[in-house]
């Protein structure tokens, strides 16, 4: 049984990324552990009914998953980049400190989204091998509607070397990804049940399965 630490920068990353692996994780009996470091605010125009419903569809998606516990650093959404580097570390270090993962879930480092560019900065500075020896695994996630709209740059492209077999839990993925009624929308829309499915699909293509999630491997510890 393994510890593992799925980081979200915001609520449906999970699912989006590798809600399959998280499926395959629940099955295989491991311990999973969520990690939320942004919420919404008034203040930065969200409704409180909107806040309402995010809080219940967290509920919602933490029941489904199964996780061993659900961690909150509240830092506003869409506006990470405001909050000191340090102060954002601090926060992050001592989740990974209590849970000790020893496989880590986390953002693309060129996502177009600015939180998910702000977060992976962080969450790199807290797998240092000295002062985090118990991480063995750290694998970084694509998330349709950000990965896919980064610079068409070498430097900024996702470039996946590691393929989980989804086959069999593609149903449920999309059907959890559903509890976030208004993160779907119609397709062509990149977070749309057509889109999740093909997205799957086509990695499967690469691994040779009928369904797969796709990760780049920052390091691992054999």
């Known amino acids: 049984m393994k510890k593992i ?29 969520w990690l939320i470091i942004t919420s919404m605010y008034l203040e930065d125009g969200w409704t409180a009914e ?13 029941d489904v998953y199964g996780f061993t516990a659900v961690h909150c650093l509240d830092f506003p959404s869409t506006r990470l980049d405001t909050i000191p580097m340090k102060n954002l570390i601090s926060q992050i270090s001592k989740i990974i400190q209590k849970v000790e993962p020893d496989l880590i879930y986390i953002p693309n480092r060129s996502d177009i989204h600015t939180d998910h560019q702000y977060a992976f900065r962080a969450i790199m500075s807290c797998t240092k091998t000295f002062r985090y020896p118990f991480i063995r695994k750290i694998l970084m996630y694509e998330c349709l509607s950000e990965t896919e709209f980064s610079p068409a740059l070498p430097a900024d492209t996702f470039i996946p070397n590691v393929f989980v077999d989804i086959t069999g839990f593609l149903e449920e993925k999309i059907k959890i990804m559903k509890i976030y009624r208004d993160e779907m929308g119609a397709f062509p829309f990149p977070r749309s049940e057509e889109n999740i499915s093909a997205l799957a699909k086509n990695r499967g293509t690469v691994a040779g399965v009928e369904a797969a999630e796709a990760f780049v491997l920052l390091k691992e510890v054999i």
């Open 50 to 62: 909107k806040i309402e419903s995010r809080r219940e569809e967290i509920n919602q998606i933490s």
């Open 5 to 33: 630490l799925a980081v979200a920068v915001h609520p449906d990353d999970e699912t989006l990324g590798w809600g399959g692996a998280l499926l395959k994780h629940k099955k295989n009996g491991d311990d999973i552990y």
